[in-house]
T-cell receptor
Framework: DGGITQSPKYLFRKEGQNVTLSCEQNLNHDAMYWYRQDPGQGLRLIYYSQIVNDFQKGDIAEGYSVSREKKESFPLTVTSAQKNPTAFYLC??????????FGPGTRLLVL | GQQVMQIPQYQHVQEGEDFTTYCNSS?????IQWYKQRPGGHPVFLIQLVKSGEVKKQKRLTFQFGEAKKNSSLHITATQTTDVGTYFCAGDAGNMLTFGGGTRLMVKP
């Protein structure tokens, strides 16, 4: 059953803590993306990767980091430098510039 | 860089009324995609338009791509409560898909 998964569904972060959000796809897509969505707002691109071992900053990369060691996986780390991390984080994948398939998202809350 | 704007940001309609959201790009697009995000959910692909002036229909939804390939619209005829959600357009200018800010549709039964 092909798809894109994200975990956890909810994540709580303490002050000064780094947290990592998981994103896995078995669609054999080369490109993967991370978006941030604030309540009632649109999608803002954090990072994207078009190929393994390569990634590019999006519009709001500060305070975030990513890795792309495997085609199937694109984890996002929210570092302590991100001062306002509370948001809904969406991962997506695509074959080139075709349709993006989104995961179910992770809601990050700050304690 | 490329910008994609959507209007309106919000729309309240009575069930049965029509609804339209408009998408405008600062650059000519090779294609445009539309997505729907239900409340609490994630965006789901609806359709892609590629040709200048293209019109596609999905039941009560009509999608148009402008002649200049810089704007697009989504029209819903006779809205239902199941249409509630945020509709996003996403424009491909050849190097990256850029999402509009979305139009949130609320339907009163």
């Amino acid at each position: 059953d092909g798809g894109i998964t994200q975990s956890p569904k909810y994540l709580f972060r303490k002050e000064g803590q780094n947290v990592t959000l998981s994103c896995e796809q078995n669609l054999n897509h080369d490109a993967m993306y991370w978006y941030r969505q604030d309540p009632g707002q649109g999608l803002r691109l954090i990072y994207y990767s078009q190929i393994v071992n390569d990634f590019q900053k999006g519009d709001i990369a500060e305070g975030y980091s990513v890795s792309r060691e495997k085609k199937e996986s694109f984890p996002l780390t929210v570092t302590s430098a991100q001062k306002n991390p509370t948001a809904f984080y969406l991962c997506a994948s695509s074959s080139g510039l075709e349709t993006q398939y989104f995961g179910p998202g992770t809601r990050l809350l700050v304690l | 860089g490329q910008q994609v704007m959507q209007i309106p940001q919000y729309q309240h309609v009575q069930e049965g009324e029509d609804f339209t959201t408009y998408c405008n790009s600062s650059t000519t697009l090779s294609n445009i995609q539309w997505y729907k995000q239900r409340p609490g959910g994630h965006p789901v692909f609806l359709i892609q338009l590629v040709k200048s002036g293209e019109v596609k229909k999905q039941k009560r939804l009509t999608f148009q791509f402008g002649e200049a390939k810089k704007n697009s619209s989504l029209h819903i005829t006779a809205t239902q409560t199941t249409d509630v959600g945020t509709y996003f357009c996403a424009g491909d200018a050849g190097n990256m898909l850029t999402f509009g800010g979305g139009t949130r549709l609320m339907v009163k039964p």
